[in-house]
């Protein structure tokens, strides 16, 4: 998670205590507070960079300033971003602008030029697909030889350019994006909006990325920060991230099992941990499933009713299908919590549906939403059997 780091500058070049010549090739270490030996108010005042001569002595070449630096943790996913920060000694996840605690991971441009980042892209993004960038994160750091399936299933033109690379046209500005290039935008509006939570310019991170990723996708992701103005200090595992959220690093040879289930991947890793080191053994997973399916599954049960109900094709009118998309995101949310959750959409039809938990669960109880096979796939490299799994 994020946390707060120090910078050390020193300030000048002034000796304090040394009667004997330097020796400038000796090594130097920082010396915080007060020597017990000295009780003089310039040592407590500020820390000293030290170096050592041939014969032992120390002396100083300070004085230095310590600057305390906000690193924020950040979480880019596939359809859904979070940025954290270390508050009180505690993490906290930064709500952004909208007063929300996830931005969604889409970039658009209208057709005046206007960049939209984020929910407001989000919600536009029916009646303008041509020029609304999402699922960016499939294509990072990949050739467009790998990404033939990804492709198809996004509603922007994916072109390849001279050296194979992956490139995303926008015809609204006659221009083409990589998709690093479009990450970066998230990456600086969840960084704004951190600098504003925290009333404190930041300018370093640390960025999770899933088990998978391979050098060039991390690569990549790092290039995305630098785009953003950020310096990402350190790529770190997704699973490793979620097993220091739990304080697994403080236990001794354990072997875990990472359940990831986000907006558009589901991810299962074993990892195996002691002495503060994890290692990932294995991963497995479906890299298009997660909560935007279960969302579309629920859109496809409502327009199914409805043209049932009423005659009317819901999924051929763009805005109806915007508003019907947002309505079964709400209703899946709810679903967290209740049992049942009334959906109702075109109100100058008086149209209530009300839906299930067990209407959802049965939506999506087919083989292409089978998260137990993944599961399976991850444990039998290890030769590990399902039912020794316990809960943390």
Same mark, same amino acid.
């Given at each position: 998670?994020? @946390? @707060?780091?120090?910078?050390?500058?020193?300030?000048?070049?002034?000796?304090?205590?040394?009667?004997?010549?330097?020796?400038?090739?000796?090594?130097?270490?920082?010396?915080?507070?007060?020597?017990?030996?000295?009780?003089?108010?310039?040592?407590?005042?500020?820390?000293?960079?030290?170096?050592?001569?041939?014969?032992?002595? %120390?002396?100083?070449?300070?004085?230095?300033?310590?600057?305390?630096?906000?690193?924020?943790?950040?979480?880019?996913?596939?359809?859904?971003?979070?940025?954290?920060?270390?508050?009180?000694?505690?993490?906290?996840?930064?709500?952004?602008?909208?007063?929300?605690?996830?931005?969604?991971?889409?970039?658009?441009?209208?057709?005046?030029?206007?960049?939209?980042?984020?929910?407001?892209?989000? %919600?536009?993004?029916?009646?303008?697909?041509?020029?609304?960038?999402?699922?960016?994160?499939?294509?990072?750091?990949?050739?467009?030889?790998?990404?033939?399936?990804?492709?198809?299933?996004?509603?922007?033109?994916?072109?390849?350019?001279?050296?194979?690379?992956?490139?995303?046209?926008?015809?609204?500005?006659?221009?083409?994006?990589?998709?690093?290039?479009?990450?970066?935008?998230?990456?600086?509006?969840?960084?704004?909006?951190?600098?504003?939570?925290?009333?404190?310019?930041?300018?370093?991170?640390?960025?999770?990325?899933?088990?998978?990723?391979?050098?060039?996708?991390?690569?990549?992701?790092?290039?995305?920060? %630098?785009?953003?103005?950020?310096?990402?200090?350190?790529?770190?595992?997704?699973?490793?991230?979620?097993?220091?959220?739990?304080?697994?690093?403080?236990?001794?040879?354990?072997?875990?099992?990472?359940?990831?289930?986000?907006?558009?991947?589901?991810?299962?890793?074993?990892?195996?941990?002691?002495?503060?080191?994890?290692?990932?053994?294995?991963?497995?997973?479906?890299?298009?499933?997660?909560?935007? /399916?279960?969302?579309?599954?629920?859109?496809?049960?409502?327009?199914?009713?409805?043209?049932?109900?009423?005659?009317?094709?819901?999924?051929?009118?763009?805005?109806?299908?915007?508003?019907?998309?947002?309505?079964?995101?709400?209703?899946?949310?709810?679903?967290?919590?209740?049992?049942?959750?009334?959906?109702?959409?075109?109100?100058?039809?008086?149209?209530?549906?009300?839906?299930?938990?067990?209407?959802?669960?049965?939506?999506?109880? /087919?083989?292409?939403?089978?998260?137990?096979?993944?599961?399976?796939?991850?444990?039998?490299?290890?030769?590990?059997?399902?039912?020794?799994? %316990?809960?943390?």
């Amino acid at each position: 998670m994020a @946390s @707060s780091t120090a910078q050390i500058h020193v300030l000048g070049g002034i000796g304090f205590a040394s009667s004997r010549k330097p020796n400038h090739h000796s090594p130097r270490t920082v010396f915080l507070g007060q020597r017990l030996n000295k009780t003089s108010p310039l040592n407590a005042a500020f820390l000293r960079l030290a170096k050592t001569n041939n014969n032992g002595k %120390r002396y100083s070449v300070g004085p230095v300033r310590v600057v305390n630096e906000k690193v924020v943790g950040i979480d880019l996913g596939t359809t859904n971003s979070a940025v954290a920060a270390m508050e009180g000694g505690k993490p906290t996840i930064v709500t952004n602008a909208e007063g929300q605690r996830t931005t969604p991971s889409v970039v658009a441009y209208t057709k005046t030029g206007d960049r939209l980042v984020g929910q407001i892209a989000k %919600r536009q993004a029916v009646v303008n697909p041509e020029n609304t960038f999402f699922s960016v994160k499939r294509f990072i750091g990949r050739k467009m030889s790998e990404v033939d399936e990804e492709s198809k299933q996004v509603s922007y033109k994916v072109i390849r350019d001279d050296n194979g690379n992956v490139k995303l046209d926008c015809p609204a500005i006659g221009k083409q994006f990589a998709a690093e290039e479009i990450s970066a935008q998230v990456l600086r509006k969840l960084v704004d909006d951190a600098s504003k939570f925290l009333n404190d310019k930041v300018t370093k991170a640390v960025v999770t990325v899933p088990a998978y990723f391979n050098d060039s996708q991390r690569t990549a992701t790092k290039d995305a920060g %630098r785009i953003a103005g950020l310096e990402v200090l350190r790529i770190i595992n997704e699973p490793t991230a979620a097993s220091l959220a739990y304080g697994f690093e403080k236990k001794n040879n354990e072997t875990i099992l990472v359940f990831d289930l986000g907006g558009g991947t589901f991810d299962v890793s074993v990892l195996e941990v002691g002495d503060g080191v994890f290692e990932v053994l294995s991963t497995s997973g479906d890299t298009h499933l997660g909560g935007d /399916d279960f969302d579309k599954r629920i859109v496809d049960w409502l327009a199914e009713n409805f043209k049932r109900d009423e005659g009317i094709d819901l999924l051929k009118d763009k805005q109806a299908l915007q508003r019907l998309t947002e309505t079964a995101e709400k209703a899946k949310m709810e679903l967290s919590s209740l049992t049942q959750a009334n959906i109702r959409y075109l109100s100058s039809l008086l149209c209530v549906y009300v839906f299930h938990f067990c209407t959802f669960y049965s939506v999506l109880n /087919d083989k292409d939403f089978s998260f137990w096979v993944p599961v399976y796939l991850s444990l039998l490299p290890q030769q590990m059997d399902l039912n020794t799994l %316990r809960p943390p």
